[in-house]
T-cell receptor, first 114, second 108 residues
Framework: EPEVTQTPSHQVTQMGQEVILRCVPI?????FYWYRQILGQKVEFLVS????????KSEIFDDQFSVERPDGSNFTLKIRSTKLEDSAMYFC????????????FGSGTRLTVV | KNEVEQSPQNLTAQEGEFITINCSYS?????LHWLQQHPGGGIVSLFM???GKKKHGRLIATINIQEKHSSLHITASHPRDSAVYIC??????????FGTGTSLTVIP
């Protein structure tokens, strides 16, 4: 069964460093998403991406964050100058518009900022 | 302000019981998702629905658009169903709102 693949599964970084979280969506999917879940809290929407541009973003997704689809297969989330409060599980998802069960999440990257 | 409210927050059931998890939302939506989050953190999409009812194995999801309410039912529950079940709605402007989840434990 097709999967959304995220790497790395766990990343530890020093405060102030930049991190790039990588995702490989399902190949025929057209819509891509990033979410985060701070430990013990609910999942929060960050950004959606379609046709090589951001289609929607939340208040959380400020200038510290950026997304890119550099090569037609990867979908990356870059966090510049990480803060302690960026520690969370980051989930990538992709979907094929209009198809039930077509919305697929990756297994997540646990980011720990120290 | 919570755009999505789930109940109950925690639920313990005996194996074989019929389980219902409820979700109410306050925003206009284009779709509602039921998600399952495993103890390891991974999220699986169970259903995406915008009207009526869907069934997938022992899982049934219903939505009432007028009442802004959805339910997830699990028939003949099993310990492997133990997980956090999350209701999420896709707003009309492609914004997503998540419930805080219902933690289900099914005891053998």
């Amino acid at each position: 069964e097709p999967e959304v693949t995220q790497t790395p599964s766990h990343q530890v970084t020093q405060m102030g460093q930049e991190v790039i979280l990588r995702c490989v969506p399902i190949s025929n999917h057209l819509y891509f998403y990033w979410y985060r879940q701070i430990l013990g809290q609910k999942v929060e929407f960050l950004v959606s991406f379609y046709n090589n541009e951001i289609s929607e973003k939340s208040e959380i997704f400020d200038d510290q964050f950026s997304v890119e689809r550099p090569d037609g297969s990867n979908f990356t989330l870059k966090i510049r100058s990480t803060k302690l409060e960026d520690s969370a599980m980051y989930f990538c998802a992709s979907s094929e518009e209009g198809i039930s069960y077509g919305y697929t999440f990756g297994s997540g990257t646990r980011l720990t900022v120290v | 302000k919570n755009e999505v409210e789930q109940s109950p927050q925690n639920l313990t059931a005996q194996e074989g019981e019929f389980i219902t998890i409820n979700c109410s939302y306050s925003v206009g939506i284009s779709a509602l998702h039921w998600l399952q989050q495993h103890p390891g953190g991974g999220i699986v999409s169970l259903f995406m629905l915008s009207s009526g009812k869907k069934k997938h194995g022992r899982l049934i999801a219903t939505i009432n658009i007028q009442e802004k309410h959805s339910s997830l039912h699990i028939t003949a529950s099993h310990p492997r169903d133990s997980a956090v079940y999350i209701c999420a709605v896709e707003g009309s402007s492609n914004q997503f709102y998540f419930g805080t989840g219902t933690s289900l434990t099914v005891i053998p």
